[in-house]
């Protein structure tokens, strides 16, 4: 399937879960309010952000009740400050109360993920390294915080386990050593990239001598990255990964790999604090 249709795919299959999650058989609160009761509503940030769910928000409200009205203010990947408002719905009242949660945990969990990346993305800026993320998602959300990560300027890694041959210290061992694995694979798939992890100068070696298309140095320090740099002399693609974070992630840029990995970008993350409120009295 193409990405941007597996994409579409997944809005609409995350929106069908989040409200079958949230309202069930239906919103008995809700039912409080009179039902041809209209009103307009504003959702505000309430700390600086990257946006990013715009169409997992419109295709929430959609499946819930089309007369919902939404109005953006901003699009995907645009800096918020805070205390910002964005959005602006209208239509039945009652709607715009049993959407709410939904939409503010979809935008608030891929907009954390996009604001992370680009923290991550600016920190890099002038060193020409790529940002990547990982497998390291949240479940049931692949898709939308790999979206999230490339509207903070990173790059998806893999999507999953069948766009990419990844050859870790277990799938080498299981082959018999990295020239075995990495044949393989050029075997099973040659048109797929093959990237092997490595852990010291000698698999760096062997993996190197294989044809591995990328090398991932897992937990070298500094001065290991540089030397690996030197001995790779450019023949395969660099990516740095472990002991990633905001403090070392420049220093780590700084001694030429070409791309750096973190699971942090879509694991270890604060939901952004968004808040909806009325903004006229329901009449």
Same mark, same amino acid.
């Given at each position: 399937?193409?990405?941007?249709?597996?994409?579409?795919?997944?809005?609409?299959?995350?929106?069908?879960?989040?409200?079958?999650?949230?309202?069930?058989?239906?919103?008995?609160?809700?039912?409080?309010?009179?039902?041809?009761?209209?009103?307009?509503?504003?959702?505000?940030?309430?700390?600086?952000?990257?946006?990013?769910?715009?169409?997992?928000?419109? *295709?929430?409200?959609?499946?819930?009740?089309?007369? /919902?009205?939404?109005?953006?203010?901003?699009?995907?990947?645009?800096?918020?400050?805070?205390?910002? &408002?964005?959005? %602006?719905?209208?239509?039945?009242?009652?709607?715009?109360? =049993? +959407?709410? $949660?939904?939409?503010?945990? #979809?935008?608030?969990?891929?907009?954390?993920?996009?604001?992370?990346?680009?923290?991550?993305?600016?920190?890099?800026?002038?060193? &020409?390294?790529?940002? #990547?993320? =990982?497998?390291? =998602?949240?479940? +049931?959300?692949? #898709?939308?915080?790999?979206?999230?990560?490339?509207?903070?300027?990173?790059?998806?890694?893999?999507?999953?386990?069948?766009?990419?041959?990844?050859?870790?210290?277990?799938?080498?061992?299981?082959?018999?050593?990295? *020239?075995? @694995?990495?044949?393989?694979?050029?075997?099973?798939?040659?048109?797929?990239?093959?990237? /092997?992890?490595? *852990?010291?100068?000698?698999?760096?070696?062997?993996?190197?001598?294989?044809?591995?298309?990328?090398?991932?140095?897992?937990?070298?320090?500094?001065?290991?990255?540089?030397?690996?740099? @030197?001995?790779? @002399?450019?023949? !395969?693609?660099?990516?740095?990964? &472990?002991? /990633?974070? %905001?403090?070392?992630?420049?220093?780590? !840029?700084?001694?030429?790999?070409?791309?750096?990995?973190?699971?942090?970008?879509?694991?270890?993350?604060?939901?952004?604090?968004?808040?909806? $409120?009325?903004?006229?009295?329901?009449?």
């Amino acid at each position: 399937m193409h990405y941007q249709d597996a994409i579409a795919e997944e809005i609409r299959d995350s929106a069908a879960r989040l409200l079958a999650e949230d309202v069930g058989p239906g919103d008995i609160t809700a039912q409080l309010i009179p039902e041809k009761q209209m009103a307009r509503a504003r959702v505000i940030t309430r700390e600086a952000t990257i946006l990013c769910g715009v169409a997992w928000v419109d *295709e929430l409200f959609r499946r819930l009740d089309p007369r /919902v009205s939404l109005h953006w203010q901003a699009a995907d990947g645009d800096r918020l400050a805070a205390g910002q &408002g964005f959005l %602006e719905l209208e239509g039945p009242a009652r709607s715009l109360l =049993t +959407g709410e $949660r939904a939409a503010l945990n #979809l935008l608030q969990t891929l907009s954390a993920t996009a604001t992370r990346t680009r923290h991550y993305v600016d920190l890099l800026e002038g060193t &020409g390294v790529r940002l #990547l993320d =990982t497998r390291k =998602t949240l479940p +049931g959300l692949r #898709l939308a915080q790999k979206y999230a990560v490339t509207c903070g300027g990173g790059h998806n890694h893999r999507i999953g386990l069948y766009d990419a041959f990844l050859i870790k210290e277990n799938h080498i061992a299981a082959c018999g050593g990295i *020239e075995a @694995a990495v044949k393989e694979a050029r075997d099973i798939a040659r048109d797929l990239p093959v990237e /092997v992890e490595v *852990e010291t100068f000698e698999e760096l070696d062997l993996a190197l001598a294989a044809g591995a298309d990328v090398i991932m140095l897992d937990n070298f320090n500094l001065d290991d990255m540089r030397e690996a740099v @030197a001995r790779n @002399a450019g023949r !395969a693609t660099l990516e740095a990964s &472990g002991n /990633v974070d %905001e403090t070392t992630l420049r220093a780590i !840029a700084e001694t030429g790999v070409n791309c750096i990995s973190s699971g942090a970008l879509t694991k270890d993350l604060k939901a952004i604090d968004l808040s909806m $409120r009325f903004i006229d009295q329901p009449g």
